[in-house]
């Protein structure tokens, strides 16, 4: 594994950072290239990255724990806690917002309309504008990938608790797993140990798209944070759901919201999260992309197998490189045990 991420670092097709892990024992843990190629300041395993939409399977934490204490249902209608919403949205179940399968249309398609605003307030900008982009189809005929649709999702965690976002995630999540550098951008210059992203020219990224995907794609950590969430999911240890929510969120509910699923294995969507299967058993897992920055989250929930990839390179083929991590990771050999 280190020999793999290795030369693709010395082609310049990788830097970040990776931890690999299998029964509780680290397989790999390691980084390569620069956080700041200015300061020549190299990456770390302890260094912090845009996680994109690897958001997104903590908004949807978020939202099951408000269900399973009573604030919400996910087979109720969005509508119910969300004021001013609009007439069209109405139909649209918070079960639908987790599986992309509520028409509200990603904002690929309305980006000239975003780029007319300068956001205060991202959740809120983000849901007033989403409003008046008519629905892609009809909430619950099929599936289309959405990042608004996952921000209307922060704005119910915001009305539901009387929260913000970041602030229910830090104290319900992030908190009680030790989650120590974890958070939510909201902008600004990069703090100390967060990793710059790198476009294909070799420019820094801009940062405000970053900012303005919220409760879609504007978290922050590192490979070790992931892991430890990772592990909190398959030993039920701390336990933020019951085992039957954690089952629900890490079903398949809805085929996959792209043309084709980013990895072979991968049959549909849960909730946050791509759901699949192969001969190592059922994988869960998702990607994510913000400028600058790629990011893959995912584990084996019966084999303890975990594989968290994060770089700070926009030309990183992020696919590709979790599937063949995926492979080592579930085919090496074990390690012998410690001392």
Known sequence: MARYLGRLSAAGRFAGAALVS???HVLLEAAYGLADRATKTPNA?????QIGSV???FTAMAIAILAERGRL???GRVCAYLPGCPPAWRPITIAELLTHTSGIANWSTWRSLRLKVVYPDPIADTVELAKEVPLAFRPG???SYSNPGYVVLGAVIEHVSHMTYGAFLRAQIFARLHMNHTGVYGGGPAGIGHALGYLAGGTVAPTRLTAESSAAGAIYSTVGDLARWDQALIAGRPRLVSPRLLRQILTVHAPCPYASCPL???HGYGYGWFVGASPAGKLVNHSGSVLGFWSYNGFYPARDVIVVILANLDTVDINPVSAELNRLATTSPAAPPAG
């Open 22 to 24: 299998r029964g509780g």
């Open 45 to 49: 395993p302890s260094t912090i990255f």
């Open 55 to 57: 958001t997104k399977q």
């Open 73 to 75: 249902r996910l087979a």
């Open 141 to 143: 005929t099929k599936a």
């Open 264 to 266: 072979p294995q991968d």
